[in-house]
């Protein structure tokens, strides 16, 4: 099972989706998390409602900071990506339904630039973490052309 999970092709494609992915969600989760980048901070992130009625609210909210900012890095390095990038893409699909919704283009909080972000992390969650990736040197430690 374990090998299924980490398993990845020798792929260089992954690896703009990886760290571009990654920056992003890390620094959405820092926000969240550790109150960085102008974000509100965990108590105030924590003060919300979960979108589409989800309850508990702390626990739900406190799943996708967590989320954004842990599976942010773990994508970033490629360290069990296709794990890191379900839950990335989890949080995504409820911020689509529950949040952005009712418009398309991000310039009116639509779903435009979550939906990008589905789509990169679903992709990651086909291909795995590819070449320069933790995945791919906990497949293969003692070969170095790979």
């Known amino acids: 099972m374990w090998r299924k999970l980490i398993g990845t092709p020798p792929v260089w494609v992954t690896v703009p ?7 992003i969600m890390f620094a959405h989760g820092a926000q969240k998390v550790l109150g960085l980048f102008g974000g509100s901070g965990w108590s105030k992130w924590m ?3 979960a979108p589409m009625g989800l309850r508990p609210s702390w626990l ?3 799943a996708a900071a967590l989320s954004e900012f842990l599976g942010g890095l773990l994508v970033f390095f490629g ?3 296709r794990v890191s990038a379900f839950f990335l893409a989890m949080v995504m ?3 689509i339904c529950g949040v952005h919704m009712g418009a398309f283009f991000a310039n009116n909080r639509g779903m435009e630039f979550p939906l990008a972000l589905l789509a990169m992390a679903v992709a990651l969650i086909i291909t795995g973490g590819g070449q320069a990736s933790v995945d791919r ?6 070969d170095k052309r790979r």
Not at 17 to 23: E, H, M, N, V
Not at 137 to 142: E, G, I, K, N, S
């Open 93 to 95: 699909l409820v911020a």
């Open 79 to 81: 360290a069990v990506t």
């Open 60 to 62: 739900w909210l406190g």
């Open 17 to 23: 989706l990886r760290l571009t992915l990654g920056i």
């Open 137 to 142: 040197l906990l497949m293969h430690p003692r």
């Open 47 to 49: 003060a919300n409602e």
